[in-house]
């Protein structure tokens, strides 16, 4: 247990206590903003799995986010209960995610990511064209809603980027997590050391996937609705690569202080009225480009002689 | 051992890109506890067979059989399951993460549900890094260790794979001499530990200590086998690496003495990551003077090019008639007069010879001076004026060799580096170039700087030779002196 | 794309009128000259981003945003300042070159020369750099200009009689125009020695630099014909459709969709693309409905990206 010996595990078993604790002292207000700052840190977190360990840069997370969002949100019209929901929702974007990463791996540099991309505008289109089941540009209500109260919606937030960072992180320092990095650093390399690159890009693309449409799903139970603005759109995209890169890629966790960060922001720059997407955006490139590593990318440097 | 069956048996090998025959009807068998050399200048084909067996390229024709299984046209990651490891060339290690955390991930399975490694792996990984010698820096991460390190780290992962055949990639470049010395002793252990070694060089003479069998190839196909001493010696692989006899040819002696140099080049270090590509190199060309600087692959004869032509930084000092060429961008020095016709040519393939020739006579005053210029080139190499309208990427090799050279020249070069202009040319194409350098050298003040494997090429053209071996400048000295002093040792 | 859709509807109303009023024939003329000016417009906005890909190997994601800047100064200079259409053009394509040069000394060179990010990581960067420039571009312009949707008067007013088919004169002299500034990028990369560099800058840049050519240099040419281009795009487009702020993100998207079909870096493909995506829309605008016009381009794109990659005519 030489884990438990590090600083790390305790700072941020202290931060979700505190985080926990918040419905005592935060209003409801402020509680809205981190909640929805938890389900797009699954959003992100995803993201970096597929980004900063397999090596593929996916420029349409959202399409994963919305085939849960909208998957889960049409089955629970049909009348099922929202966990069969949540689970539906996650199985039709592990399903669509396959679909599209089976023939996606298969291409290389800008081809992968702007496939991707066009995944988006797809399904984009085809929410649009089936706006009577789907509702088109507006949206499409639940009748399912997790919970009505503040603080409870809260902390199924919570819970949920909890338990997620835990799997995911975990993964990404377990074995499976070192071949990944393998398979995304140096393919040639992986595969003369045994391994089969397509196979665990594939595994880490369905995993990925898993959780975007998971949390897709949540965020649709907790907001009543599944919307385009919300789920699919492009801004959604450039949102989670900002966090991802304002974190820290390749960190996991550092996604998560992005999302926190970015959402935050974007909630107390609001007086500024349309600006404060100006300044975000300003904000984010230039870490980009002075920090490409990110805030927890900085505060982890390895310092060792050199 | 005669009696064991080969544990790696080639026949028939080959491999086209596009029109090129890369390597043709290649064949050999490796047993149990034996090292075969594979030998070959650049372009010979034999890093292709190396990826051709690993899986990484796929044979157009031919069969390799591991152990009596056929498994030409597996996938790579499938051959390393069954039991061939690879060491590249160029260390391919993972940047963050530790060296045991390196071996660690070559001794695992290819699987996706094991989240955690066996309770072995990780004293088993202890115990090969402390085979290769790394025990000491086990939790340091590859940005922070020294060159050989990280080859020692490639040798391990190859270890943990635990291969029954094992492939190496001219494992002594970039090494010091002690160094050499431990990794022959690592790749010895190999043998005595009863695997079947594949050991690509370049080098005959470096590699002769250590195998028990040589294969020599040029240009794709094989042109000599046998014991280290017999291919030393074997006609075919002496005219392909020498060229031939050494000869020297009297010729009017250049006057020198007390000029001041053209081109200077005092104690340059260049290092290439880790890789000290250079050490203390030092040579001088006097204007008109033609300098052979002779080495084989992996010499540092590019490295030297490219340092004077500012494309690589180097320690030291570099001049031109005096002035210093630091700080200056690499187009700036070509503008200044010292052009470069590198290695790969650097051609425009898909456009014709006569837009390339054009784009190197852009700088030229006027388009009186153009026309003048491309005449003489012309004139000195006839068949691009038959093949102008030709795409580049469409001419032969000598062609395209021709179409360089004659690009750089429109430049009207105060210094002319060529380097390694007669690689994988037949020798009627390398009379054409001897003839057109020659002319050059009787009919215009150039100066020039070439770089050679072929030495018979290089010897009759030129008045003063240095040697460039491992980095370092270890001889200079007039051509006639070279066969006496030099030829020998060679090769 | 969904940008466009008021002009496809409009071409749909128009479409409907006339399969009212006329025969078949006409409405398939008509069809092709709308298709042929709709095509000529994306063919333009497409061939700057191949170019730009093709000679520094950079996807500017914020292209919809340059567009956008040079048709909202444009029409702000031509209508609200009184410099009239033709003035108002000539100031829309200056802000576009000004935008250009912005895009690449604040945005994409800084990325280039940095040390801390690794050189495989680079066409990420700019991709996301450029991404986050192009969103900073549109909130901006919604911010000065709001994002009611705005035309620049007609070059040319009235209508002309093509081949039985009433057309806007305007809609003639914008195909002419996207046509004119084809050739001439057209004769300039092929017959001028700086085409020629840039021609060879996309093939072999150390090709160049070993010639003497600082390739510093020729970014700056190509980023400049580059402004030009999209700020010439954006002033028609605002002629011929109109533009809101709303349209920056879809305009990107239209032009690296006909740039991937028609191959990264290749001009002629740009061109072939533009026309097939063109008619595609027109066609599905005309015959099916506006509202489906995006999606001929979308799944041709994806059937062209499972089966050739590198798209019609694309080399790298």
């Known amino acids: 247990m030489r884990m438990l010996r590090r600083p790390g595990p305790w700072i941020a078993l202290l931060l979700v206590a505190l985080a926990a604790s918040a419905p005592g002292w935060m209003g409801a207000y402020f509680l809205g903003i981190f909640t929805t700052a938890y389900y797009f840190g699954v959003f992100a977190m995803s993201w970096d799995l597929l980004f900063g360990f397999a090596g593929e840069v996916n420029f349409g997370p959202t399409f994963l986010i919305g085939l849960g969002a909208y998957g889960a949100g049409l089955l629970n019209n049909a009348g099922f209960g929202i966990p069969l929901c949540l689970a539906g929702g996650a199985v039709v974007a592990v399903v669509g995610g396959a679909l599209l990463a089976l023939p996606a791996l298969r291409l290389r540099g800008p ?19 089936f706006a009577n089941v789907t509702g088109g540009e507006i949206g499409m209500m639940v009748p399912d809603v997790l919970s009505i109260d503040a603080s409870v919606n809260y902390w199924y937030a919570l819970g949920f980027l909890a338990i997620s960072a835990l799997i995911l992180f975990g993964l990404s320092r377990s074995s499976l997590g070192l071949i990944l990095q393998a398979t995304g650093q140096d393919r040639i390399e992986a595969a003369a050391l045994g391994f089969n690159v397509t196979k665990h890009k594939l595994a880490a693309f369905c995993v990925s996937a898993l959780f975007s449409g998971l949390a897709g799903g949540m965020l649709t139970f907790y907001e009543g609705a599944a919307s385009v603005d ?61 920090f490409p590593d990110g805030v927890l990318g900085w505060v982890l440097r390895p310092r060792e002689p050199r | 051992m005669h009696d064991e069956a080969p544990l790696l048996a080639v026949s028939g090998l080959t491999k086209r890109f596009g029109g090129l025959v890369a390597v043709r009807d290649i064949g050999f068998s490796i047993r149990p506890g034996e090292i075969l050399g594979l030998i070959g200048p650049n372009g010979s084909g034999k890093s292709t067979v190396m990826r051709l067996v690993m899986g990484i390229e796929r044979p157009n024709a031919g069969s390799v059989k591991l152990a009596g299984t056929e498994i030409a046209g597996w996938p790579t990651h499938r051959i390393a399951r069954n039991g061939i490891g690879i060491v590249f060339q160029h260390s391919r290690p993972l940047h963050r993460q530790t060296v045991l955390e390196n071996i660690k991930l070559a001794l695992l399975p290819d699987s996706l549900w094991r989240l955690a490694a066996e309770p072995h792996v990780e004293q088993r990984a202890r115990d090969i890094a402390e085979r290769v010698g790394l025990g000491a820096v086990i939790g ?63 080098n005959v003479k470096s590699v002769a200590a250590l195998v028990d069998r ?92 490219n340092a004077i032509s500012g494309l690589v930084p180097f320690a030291g000092d570099i001049r031109l008639g005096g002035a210093s060429l630091r700080g200056r961008t690499p187009a700036r020095i070509a503008r200044g007069g010292i052009v470069q016709c590198p290695e790969t040519r650097e051609l425009f393939a898909e456009l014709s010879v006569r837009e390339n020739l054009d784009l190197g006579g852009q700088h030229l005053a006027s388009e009186a001076a153009r026309r003048t210029q491309l005449d003489w080139l012309f004139d000195l190499f006839p068949i691009l004026n038959e093949r102008q309208r030709q795409k580049a990427g469409t001419l032969s090799g000598g062609e395209q060799q021709m179409l360089a050279i004659a690009r750089a020249l429109m430049m009207q070069p105060t210094l002319l580096i060529l380097d390694e202009p007669t690689l994988g040319l037949a020798p009627v194409i390398l009379e054409q170039l001897s003839k057109a350098l020659t002319r050059l050298r009787e009919t215009t003040p150039i100066t020039v700087l070439l770089g050679e494997q072929n030495v018979t090429f290089a010897l009759p053209h030129a008045d003063r030779v240095y040697v460039l071996e491992h980095a370092r400048i270890v001889w200079e000295g007039a051509p006639g002196r070279f066969a006496a002093e030099m030829g020998a040792g060679y090769l | 794309m969904a940008g466009l859709a008021e002009a496809g509807r409009d071409a749909g109303d128009r479409g409907r009128r006339a399969t009212r009023q006329a025969e078949r024939p006409v409405l398939a003329l008509q069809i092709l000259i709308d298709g042929f000016a709709i095509s000529a417009l994306y063919g333009l906005g497409a061939i700057g981003f191949t ?45 576009g070159l000004i935008a250009s040069y912005v895009t690449y000394f604040v945005v994409v060179r800084p990325i280039q ?81 700086i085409g020629k560099q840039l021609l060879a800058a996309s093939i072999n840049p150390r090709g160049l630099t070993l010639l003497g050519f600082e390739l510093s240099h020729i970014y700056l040419v190509v980023w400049t014909i580059y402004g030009l281009l999209a700020g010439l795009a954006g002033v028609l487009l ?73 798209g019609l005519l694309g080399r790298r």
Not at chain 2, 146 to 163: G, S, T, V
Request: glycine share 10%; proline share 4%.
């Open chain 1, 111 to 129: 081809y992968f990511g702007l496939i991707t991309l066009v995944a988006v505008l797809l399904l984009l289109d085809c929410i649009v064209i």
């Open chain 1, 230 to 290: 919300t789920v699919v759109s492009l801004s959604i995209t450039v949102q989670i690569v900002i966090a991802v890169v304002f974190g820290g890629r390749r960190t996991i966790l550092g996604a998560v202080l992005g999302s926190i960060f970015l959402i935050l922001f974007d909630e107390l720059l609001r007086p500024l009225g349309q600006l404060n997407t100006f300044v975000v955006s300003a904000i984010a490139l230039a870490v980009i480009i002075f």
């Open chain 2, 140 to 202: 340091r991460r590859p940005p922070t260790l020294p060159f050989a390190d990280l080859r020692r780290l490639e040798m391990a992962k190859a270890l943990a794979r635990d291969p029954r055949v094992v492939l190496v990639d001219e494992p002594f470049a970039g090494l010091t001499l002690a160094e050499v010395a431990t990794f022959s002793e690592l790749i010895d252990g190999f043998r005595r530990d009863g695997r079947a070694v594949l050991l690509v060089d370049h």
């Open chain 2, 214 to 305: 040589v294969l020599a190839m040029y240009l794709g196909e094989r042109i000599a086998e046998g014991t280290a001493e017999q291919v030393m010696r074997d006609e075919t692989v002496r005219r392909v690496y020498l060229g031939g006899r050494i000869e020297a040819h009297p010729r009017k002696e250049l006057d020198v003495r007390g000029g001041e140099a053209l081109l200077e080049v005092r104690g340059i270090d260049v290092l290439y990551g880790k890789a000290q590509a250079l050490q203390q190199v030092s040579i001088h060309v006097h204007a008109g003077e033609f300098v052979s600087v002779v080495g084989l692959n992996g010499a540092g004869k590019t490295t030297l090019f």
């Open chain 3, 51 to 95: 170019l730009m890909f093709g000679v520094s190997g950079v996807l500017n994601l914020a292209h919809g945003g340059i567009m956008l800047i040079a048709a909202l100064f444009g029409w702000y200079f031509a209508a609200e300042y009184g410099a009239g259409p033709y003035g108002g053009a000539a100031i829309g394509i200056l802000a």
């Open chain 3, 113 to 193: 020369r940095s040390r801390a990010i690794p050189k495989l990581e680079e066409e990420i960067f700019i991709l996301t750099g450029t991404l986050l420039w192009g969103i900073m571009i549109q909130v901006g312009m919604d911010y000065l200009f709001s994002n009611n949707p705005v035309t620049m008067q007609p070059l040319i007013p009235g209508v002309v009689n093509l081949l039985g088919v009433r057309t806007p004169w305007n809609e003639v002299m914008i195909t002419a125009v996207c046509w004119c500034a084809i050739g001439l990028l057209s004769l300039l990369v092929n017959r001028t020695r």
């Open chain 3, 238 to 310: 605002a002629s011929f459709f109109g533009v809101s702020s709303d349209n920056a993100g879809n305009l990107t998207a239209s032009a690296f969709t006909i740039v991937i079909l028609g191959g990264l870096g290749s001009v002629p493909g740009s061109l072939i693309a533009a026309y097939v995506v063109g008619y595609a829309e027109t066609i599905t605008a005309y015959l099916l409905a506006p509202t489906l016009r995006p999606i001929p381009a979308l799944l041709i794109l994806v059937l062209v990206l499972y089966m050739r990659p590198q």
